[in-house]
């Protein structure tokens, strides 16, 4: 059983890429069309991405243990890793695939009115999936959810790149003195390649930047404005910031008044950490109180 929405819209996304995929597979070896195949190729990685995803956010769900002191949130990063290196593999095959199909084979691409019909059902359905994991991504934090977000937004500019190309092709077939417009099809497979590796580029350098627990641009010194803002804290200092999943670890030091009582330095702490999370709804905060004698006197 499913639980919780970012299962939901994870499942959602397995299913609508399984339909894509078998739909596009058939009308591209019926039209003959790479640009179609090169979609279908690109939806079945869709598929295994989108299959890793529900199990990195099933997986994430999970709570902390005795072996996994910080959740496993993890998995989402891996996850997204993994989506990008099966892309930058499709990409290969096609780019490969498009070059053969222009410099030395002769290939007839049947452009019929199914070949429309499935593209535009296509950018239809990756603008509802790529909406529904945006909005989630951003309600949990998900970076896996983000990874989908990101493909399936850009798969929408693909499938109309390959709409474009079957265009053009058609325009060649009926005019013979634009007969070489007929290979607009392998290069609108390029084009569609080439707009899968830059997205690659960019989730894998933001899936690296998560395993290295790289602090969001601007977090920390917020952190540090706000918390210094509550009366009775005198400096807010050794900040560290990392994330699991949807989950934010935030460690600092406090500077408090060593003269007052024990249950009034508790509360203080304890307000210090609803300002964080004020900032931050799913942050884990621990603060370290320092008196401030021993911060002057280093």
């Keep these: 059983m499913l639980r919780g929405e970012k299962q939901s819209v994870a499942f959602y996304s397995v299913i609508a890429a399984v339909g894509l995929t078998a739909i596009k597979l058939i009308v591209g070896l019926a039209t003959n069309s790479l640009g179609i195949l090169a979609e279908a190729a690109h939806s079945g990685l869709d598929l295994v991405a989108a299959i890793v995803t529900l199990m990195a ?138 707009i899968v590796i830059y997205v690659s580029i960019r989730l894998g350098g933001r899936t690296v930047q998560g395993i290295l627990d790289r602090a969001p641009p601007g977090l920390r010194e917020q952190i540090k404005r706000s918390v210094e803002s509550l009366p009775g804290v005198f400096n807010c200092h050794e900040i560290r910031v990392r994330t699991s999943g949807e989950k934010f670890f935030i ?24 300002t964080v999370k004020r900032i931050i709804p799913r942050a884990d905060v621990t603060v370290h109180a320092e008196p401030i004698e021993k911060q002057l006197s280093g």
């Design 251 to 274: 460690d600092m030091h406090v500077l408090l008044d060593s003269k007052q009582p024990l249950e009034d330095a508790h509360k203080l702490t304890e307000d210090i950490e609803i």
């Design 57 to 194: 956010v099933s997986v994430s769900a999970k709570p902390p243990d005795s072996e996994h002191h910080y959740g496993h949130g993890k998995v989402e990063n891996l996850s997204a890793l993994f989506e990008t290196l099966l892309l930058l593999v499709t990409c290969g095959w096609i780019l490969y695939e498009s070059a053969e199909r222009l410099l030395f084979k002769n290939v007839q691409v049947d452009v019929s009115i199914w070949a429309f019909i499935i593209m535009v059902s296509s950018i239809v359905v990756d603008y509802s999936r790529s909406r529904h994991l945006s909005r989630a991504a951003k309600t949990y934090q998900s970076q896996a959810l983000e990874a989908d977000a990101l493909h399936f937004s850009t798969d929408i500019w693909s499938s109309a790149v390959v709409i474009m190309g079957l265009v053009i092709v058609k325009l060649g077939e009926s005019n013979p003195q634009f007969q070489q417009l007929t290979k607009a099809d392998s290069i609108a497979a390029i084009v569609v390649a080439c």
